[in-house]
């Protein structure tokens, strides 16, 4: 999982995050190798994970943005064997292990508000070993080569990329990917 994730982030580095159901279609048709899904629910998530894989792309599941679901374990054993995704982004550090263990792709998602967020994100990130980190908002390349630099986990960035400046300064500090829901920077 982790080589396919790292050569199709380096075949196309921007990442199709889906915010809304009515945008998937969108995705799939993008150049963008990977599709971050941000939104679904009981009813629907597996033929969207169907519909995207049939179309040869990856698709990592926001396990904690999901309708329908508890936020458990037993979720993420569900969702595991009910669909063919490539992997999980959650924010909560208790499931990094768990999924990682059942061979999915991990994504620790992290939200950076301030100092304590930054380094409270940095040891979680020691501690748990995801396979890649989602920082957001992603407007903040200094930060994001501190946390690479401390860590050396594949970092993607997300929130508030406005335009292709955002995404080279990301890339030139060290992210390997961008996501973003604003589909003109899905062609870029």
């Known amino acids: 999982m982790k080589d396919e994730f790292l050569s199709k982030i380096q075949i196309s580095p921007v990442i199709a995050a889906v915010n809304n159901i009515e945008k998937l279609e969108e995705a799939i048709e993008s150049p963008c190798e990977i599709i971050f899904l941000l939104t679904g629910d009981i009813f629907n998530l597996e033929q969207i994970v169907k519909k995207v894989k049939e179309n040869e792309k ?5 396990i904690d943005l999901l309708d329908g679901f508890s936020r458990n374990l037993t979720t993420l054993r569900y969702i595991n064997q009910k669909t063919n995704l490539d992997g999980i982004i959650t924010t909560k550090s208790s499931f990094i292990r768990p999924a990682k ?3 999915l792709f991990t994504i620790q998602r992290l939200f950076m508000i301030d100092s304590l967020s930054l380094d409270s994100g940095i ?3 020691k501690v748990t070993k995801p396979d890649a980190v989602e920082i957001l908002p992603g407007i903040m390349p200094k930060i994001t080569e501190k946390i690479y630099h401390e860590t050396s986990i594949p ?8 335009d292709k400046e955002d995404v080279i300064q990301n890339l030139k500090y060290g992210a390997v990917g961008i996501s973003t829901s604003k589909k003109e920077i899905w062609y870029v």
């Open 58 to 62: 990856s698709i990592y599941v926001h």
């Open 101 to 103: 263990d059942m061979g």
């Open 123 to 125: 040891e979680s990130i």
């Open 155 to 162: 970092i993607i960035t997300g929130g508030l990329i406005m």
